[in-house]
């Protein structure tokens, strides 16, 4: 073991989390190596400093505050815990699609909040995580779900913390059986670039089946149906997103078609998040820990590589679907994004992400100086190793 | 990190049946430790107390998916440093300058003084600004970095608890908190504790 070996290793000696192997020719080479030694020192200051920090105790009151609050919040009583189980809406076909064996184009827009939710939620609405996501990663797929994975499972970990929940509660998970898989898939293709298609034989009824042209109002119409009164307002849209819905002929101006870019185009989803910097660190975050490996196969394979492409299950129309755009506009908390990325993580997504891949495609600069407060839209890609989750 | 017990199981088991008493001891309980814990990662009383009761919260919500399969200590730290996350403030933290007050008390209303290190006339002021020194490092770290390493050396996890609690894998616990060691130590140049290290 060099010196290099050593001092990368040596806060794990430190805090006794080295192997047992490991760790007598550690100490070996420390007994021989005052520099290391130097360093090890240095490093055990820290600990210590930081360790003689007093310890803060909790202000008078929190736990009645914290009491008060779930009277309030009428969070106790019948059926209390509010244990509801809370979950991103992602559309079944894209659980099916994007998670195992896919490829997800995520496309964030940041910006501004205002005026989507009533004013005095605004504030807490952008602390609030409000939904737990589950992605799942289901092992086979059945008849009818030949692009699908079904019901998510086994993805989220056992104990997950909930996403912070201080507002009212959201909507439980828009439940796929109560909505036509057409409307359910409609609000994408009005947002794609892609051609109008109509459904390919087979396509709209199944499990998993790629989006269908049907209108955004209308998805929207049956969303609000299940949604709580938060979303009834369509305030689960961005703004920015519900103006693109409105006016796709000119997106198609301003912003070449993603999916005439893209051989085999992923799924694109358009999220909103708080322009609070927690985009940034997630990016940030997501940089550091992709593996390199995983994104130079990738990129060597393109998305080939991804199990639903090699699987040969699927229908030519299918396959043709599946190479055009989809969009699916749903607006982010800023900690559902991050576990988003956290659950895309587990489950062994590689995320290809940098800044150059974030674009501003749908804003022009000199709308731009008109209202500096305008939503801006990134995109961001995500690629998902197939069989990788865990 | 905080001690656990079976009476402690048995309160979180009458919290998942609905009992608010139950759960109003397991605050009580847990407070201390989540308050601080959570100072520690914002740099700020204010957002420390706000997030703590939203955690409580968001734990009462959630109690009743808990499976007991991490410990409920763990449990609530990866609550706390999602809620931190969310609310981005401990992003924040670091592009601000934080008065730190410097009077921190103790439990018992004591201020825990570093371990004895001599009697200079000085050396409650150094002291001081070794602390002040010391949590304007931790607040400058990446969040991530923050998080691990506020967990192993303030809140006392080990690797695998962290783990847990930040949803990573160990492999990426070594790596943050290694690399967190390393940005501190360059940060609190000349304000070090001087004591010898074990073994080094």
């Given amino acids: 073991m060099d010196c290099a070996q050593v001092r990368e290793r040596i806060s794990e000696w430190l805090d006794g989390e080295i192997l047992p192997a490991g760790r007598a020719e550690l100490e070996r080479h420390l007994a021989a190596c005052a520099a290391c030694r130097a360093e090890g020192e240095a490093l055990s200051a820290v600990s210590r400093t930081l360790r003689a920090l007093p310890r803060k105790a909790a202000p008078p009151g929190i736990a009645r505050e914290v009491r008060e609050r779930l009277a309030r919040e009428q969070l106790i009583g019948p059926g209390a815990p509010g ?18 064996a896919a490829a997800l184009l995520v496309v964030v827009s940041v910006g501004d909040w205002g005026g989507r939710l009533p004013p005095e939620e605004d504030a807490e609405a952008l602390r609030s ?25 086994g993805l989220s970990l056992k104990d997950a913390p909930p996403a912070l929940e201080t507002a009212e509660p959201l909507p439980e998970k828009l439940d796929d059986d109560k909505i036509p898989d057409g409307v359910r898939t409609g609000s994408i293709d009005r ?7 109509k459904d390919p034989p087979g396509s709209a009824g199944g499990k998993g089946s790629l989006p269908s042209t049907r209108s955004l109002e209308k998805a929207k119409e049956i969303q609000e149906e299940a949604w709580d009164e938060r979303f009834e307002d369509g305030s689960f849209l961005g703004k920015k997103g519900r103006a693109r819905a409105a006016t796709s002929p000119e997106r198609d101006q301003d912003d ?29 975050l997501a940089r550091a820990e992709a593996p390199e490996d995983k994104n130079r196969d990738l990129k060597k394979d393109g998305l080939r590589s991804l199990g639903y492409e090699t699987e040969g299950q699927e229908q030519p129309a299918q396959r043709e679907e599946a190479s055009s755009l989809r969009v699916v506009e749903r607006v982010l908390t800023a900690d559902e994004l991050a576990r988003l990325l956290a659950d895309l993580e587990r489950i062994g997504a590689v995320p290809d992400v940098s800044w150059k891949n974030l674009a501003s495609p749908s804003a022009s600069s000199s709308e731009k100086k008109k209202d500096s407060s305008a939503p801006r839209t990134y995109r961001l890609v995500f690629e998902v190793t197939p069989g990788a989750g865990r | 990190m905080p001690a656990e017990s079976a009476e402690e199981a048995s309160l979180v088991a009458r919290a998942q049946r609905g009992d608010v008493d139950a759960f109003d001891l397991l ?10 814990f959570l100072f520690r990662l914002t740099g700020n009383e204010a957002d420390a107390r706000d997030l703590a009761q939203d955690v409580f919260l968001s734990a009462w919500r959630a109690v009743g998916r808990f499976t007991g399969e991490s410990r409920f200590s763990t449990w609530l730290y990866a609550i706390a440093t999602n809620a931190a996350r969310s609310r981005g403030r401990h992003l924040a933290v670091a592009r601000r300058v934080t008065p730190v007050s410097l009077d921190a008390e103790g439990p018992d209303g004591a201020v825990r003084e570093f371990a004895a290190d001599g009697g200079s006339p000085s050396a409650p002021i150094e002291r001081r600004e070794a602390r002040e020194k010391a949590q304007e490092a931790l607040d400058a770290l990446e969040p991530e970095l923050r998080e691990a390493i506020v967990l192993r050396e303030i809140e006392g996890l080990d690797y695998a608890a962290i783990a847990q609690a930040l949803a990573v894998p160990l492999g990426t616990v070594k790596t943050r908190i290694h690399r967190a060691r390393l940005a501190l130590r360059e940060k609190m140049k000349g304000y070090l504790e001087p004591r010898e290290a074990k073994g080094v």
């Avoid at chain 1, 991103?88 to 699609?97: A, D, I, N, Q, V």
């Avoid at chain 1, 927690?278 to 990016?283: P, S, Y």
């Fill in chain 1, 191 to 197: 947002l794609s670039d892609g051609p109008q298609e």
């Fill in chain 1, 83 to 100: 244990a509801r189980r809370r979950r991103l809406f992602l559309p079944r076909w894209m659980k099916g699609m994007g998670l195992a």
């Fill in chain 2, 27 to 36: 605050v009580r309980r847990n407070q201390d430790w989540l308050y601080n």
């Fill in chain 1, 129 to 153: 995580p409000s939904v737990e996501l589950e992605i799942g990663r289901v092992a086979e797929p059945t008849d009818g779900e030949k692009l699908g994975i079904g019901d998510a499972q």
């Fill in chain 1, 256 to 284: 070449p078609p993603l999916g005439r870019q893209r051989t085999a185009a992923p799924i694109e989803v358009c999220f909103s998040v708080p322009d609070d910097g927690t985009l940034e660190r997630v990016l940030a």
